[in-house]
């Protein structure tokens, strides 16, 4: 209810009181003032806590009473129907809103958006209702029933008009039939502008695409996913008069093609090789057939090779060569020699056989398990991949300590003393990570050859201070890994402190301030200021002990139109013989929720709700997730305007010096990339909420960058630039 008119004049009494000082303000408290307005203000405030205290009572009636006719909306049965038409009988609970006439929907628990009766009660009295049913889906009998008042199938509605579309000279026009054409859009007005040119190219593991210009690749689709499910084993024979084909294990050959048809026209004569025991005459043969001469005129191992062309015969040379100075056995086997065992060159001990160890039995065994090695390397589980982003903790040995890229792409390193980092083994082209370093004291790190500064890589000046190596591969052979360090502070300047000062808010003094050299700060208390007691912990300061602060005087509180998570609401406990209690809007709100979840289907978030991270009652799906991900397009302009509730990765192309806006809509914790092309020299600002924490220098001209981003709080954003190699 409304607060009354003394209520509305004790709020603005309160409002008008201040600290100022009596002398120029006659509602001030400072300078004996509050000999004048303490007791109005404490008049002023009972009456205030008056109306919250009659409001909070009235809040707490409507949300029981609310309750108590949600319960009465819903019940549920144990009793066997069998779904269908006619008259059902079941057993419930007593006192729901079930009268006659009501139409209620009975879904079962085990699949209720496919099994459901809609029916309307024609008998409910105690605990048995019967009801006729309207519409069901669904079939067999359920024992599992939720029962919910419903509303009844509505009257069916009069057929629409016939909507006619058609194609003007310049226009998409419609109508209801029989009626007058209108436009409905321009045929221009259809034709967007003409988009960017895109190219694409295949990786080692996917089909890739980018903008005609820019400097990276963005993965389309893995080649793992456009290799299908295995076919059915083909056989194929040549019968009597088909070739013919069949599934391996199908009976029956189904023809293909005739062998009759594969038969063409006899072609022309070709050039043959005659054998002669003598030289070839004039008149043997015909032109581009080949004379073979030998001693018995079959085998040719003695004599010369001839060729016919333009009727004449000419020698191409002799077949049989001098004589050899070897046995012509083969020399071998090294060693003991296996039944069906393969041979291979012995190219240690000069002997031209040894034996292999390997049959074609235990060589095609060997061959398909490799084969299916390979396979399945292709693939990856989604916690497999996952896993590989766990960081895992590099071991240190004779102060080096080596990196496996094969192995993870995320580490962390403990120096309890100087260390070199080794070349990391196993690295990828365009694999990315990080490690995180701890330190005890000043330990110091070095790196192998193939680590390739391209930012900051001093470690923190602090004893102890930790910090973070940002690594990509680059290349592998030679094997090239570009990283910069990155820590709280790094990419600024140093100082140093000259002073010292320490301000508090009204109600206290402040001695000491500023310490120039050395000093003590002290803070106490102003005069007309105090703390309170351990007995006046709850209470307002100033009113008495044991003065009214229950119901009466919350009663006469102002309202609040929209609660907060921190707010109280004073209670009775009917489990503590009625004592006063308290409950937060934080614990009302998740009672209200476990009650509802039991009510309602949670939805899927779509892409845009993962990345907005507000909506509730709904869940995330791999694709959703994955959908979130992708990068978003930023529009360039002079200040790039950036929101976090629309995306987690970005990407953007400048043409021009730019800012990068302070984000919208930021979470505390969000970390992502946002990828920037240029085409020259073109400059990066950030706004005043963007705090460096690496690398801040943008590379060479033309060569783009990245920005690694994490929210820290609502106006602190940490980010490093990652230049491009």
Do not use: C
């Amino acid at each position: 209810m409304a607060l009354t008119p003394q209520e509305l004049a004790a709020v603005a009494e309160l409002r008008r009181i201040n600290g100022n000082s009596h002398l120029s303000d006659p509602n001030g408290l400072g300078d004996d003032g509050h000999r004048v307005n303490f007791v109005p203000g404490l008049h002023a405030m009972a009456d205030v806590t008056d109306a919250v205290a009659r409001e909070a009572d009235a809040a707490v009636a409507a949300a029981l009473s609310a309750a108590a006719q949600a319960a009465s909306l819903s019940g549920t049965s144990t009793t066997s129907v069998a779904i269908g038409a006619g008259s059902n009988t079941l057993t419930t609970q007593a006192g729901k809103a079930f009268g006659a006439g009501t139409f209620v929907l009975l879904t079962s628990d085990a699949n209720p958006t496919t099994h459901y009766i809609l029916g309307q009660v024609t008998a409910y009295s105690g605990a048995s209702l019967t009801i006729a049913a309207a519409s069901f889906a669904g079939s067999g009998s359920r024992a599992d029933w939720t029962i919910r008042v419903a509303g009844g199938p509505g009257a069916a509605g009069a057929d629409g008009k016939q909507v006619e579309l058609q194609k003007s000279a310049t226009h998409i026009q419609w109508r209801l039939a029989g009626g007058s054409w209108a436009n409905l859009i321009a045929i221009a007005d259809l034709k967007g502008a003409d988009g960017r040119e895109i190219e694409m190219q295949v990786s080692a593991t996917h089909v890739q695409w980018r903008y005609v210009g820019a400097s990276s690749w963005t993965d389309l689709i893995a080649l793992s996913a456009l290799k299908g499910a295995d076919g059915r084993e083909v056989q194929m024979q040549g019968g009597a008069t088909h070739i013919q084909w069949r599934y391996a294990g199908v009976e029956a050959w189904t023809d293909i093609v005739a062998l009759s048809d594969l038969k063409g026209e006899p072609g022309p004569r070709g050039a043959q090789i005659i054998n002669g025991a003598r030289d070839p005459a004039p008149g043997d043969g015909s032109n581009d057939d080949y004379w073979m001469q030998s001693a018995d005129g079959v085998t040719g191992e003695q004599g010369d090779f001839w060729f016919k062309s333009a009727g004449a015969w000419t020698k191409l040379f002799s077949m049989k060569g001098p004589a050899g100075s070897g046995s012509g056995d083969v020399v071998g086997p090294n060693g003991s020699v296996v039944d069906a065992e393969l041979a291979l060159f012995s190219g240690t001990t000069g002997k031209t056989l040894k034996g292999s160890g390997k049959t074609i039995a235990t060589l095609t065994a060997d061959l398909s398990a490799a084969m299916d090695a390979a396979e399945s390397a292709k693939f990856v589980t989604p916690k497999a991949l996952w896993d590989t982003l766990v960081p895992l903790a590099i071991s240190v040995s004779g102060g080096v300590a080596t990196p496996d890229f094969g192995a993870r792409q995320n580490f962390t390193l403990a120096l309890t003393g100087n260390t070199t980092l080794a070349n990391p083994p196993g690295a990828k082209i365009g694999q990315s990570g990080t490690i995180q370093l701890t330190r005890s004291a000043l330990q110091t790190l070095s790196y192998g050859a193939a680590w390739n500064p391209v930012g900051e890589i001093e470690l923190p000046a602090a004893s102890g201070a930790g910090a973070k190596i940002i690594y990509e591969v680059v290349s592998t052979s030679p094997l090239r890994v570009d990283f910069s360090v990155s820590y709280a502070g790094s990419g600024g300047a140093g100082g140093t402190v000259t002073s010292v000062g320490l301000s508090l808010p009204a109600g206290f003094t402040v001695t000491g301030s500023p310490v120039t050299a050395s000093g003590t700060l002290t803070g106490a208390w102003a005069a007309g200021y105090q703390a309170y007691t351990a007995a006046e912990a709850d209470k307002v300061a100033g009113i008495a002990i044991g003065a009214d602060v229950t119901a009466t005087a919350i009663g006469a509180a102002t309202a609040k139109e929209t609660p907060v998570n921190e707010d109280t609401i004073p209670l009775t406990d009917s489990a503590a013989s009625g004592a006063l209690k308290k409950v937060t809007w934080t614990v009302i709100k998740a009672a209200l929720k476990t009650y509802f979840d039991g009510l309602y289907v949670v939805i899927q978030a779509m892409a845009s709700e993962v990345r907005a991270g507000t909506v509730e009652n709904r869940y995330v799906s791999p694709s959703s997730l994955w959908a979130a991900l992708a990068p978003v397009e930023l529009t360039d302009a002079a200040t790039i305007a950036i929101n976090l509730a629309g995306g987690i990765n970005f990407r953007v192309e400048i043409t021009d010096n730019r800012t990068l806006g302070n984000p919208t809509n930021v979470k505390a914790g969000q970390q992502g990339t946002i990828n920037v092309t240029r085409s020259a020299a073109q400059t990066l600002a950030f706004g005043s909420n963007w705090r460096p924490y690496g690398n801040t220098t943008l590379p060479a001209t033309g060569k783009g960058f990245k920005i690694a981003y994490e929210v820290i709080a609502s106006t602190v954003i940490h980010y490093s630039i990652i230049p491009e190699a």
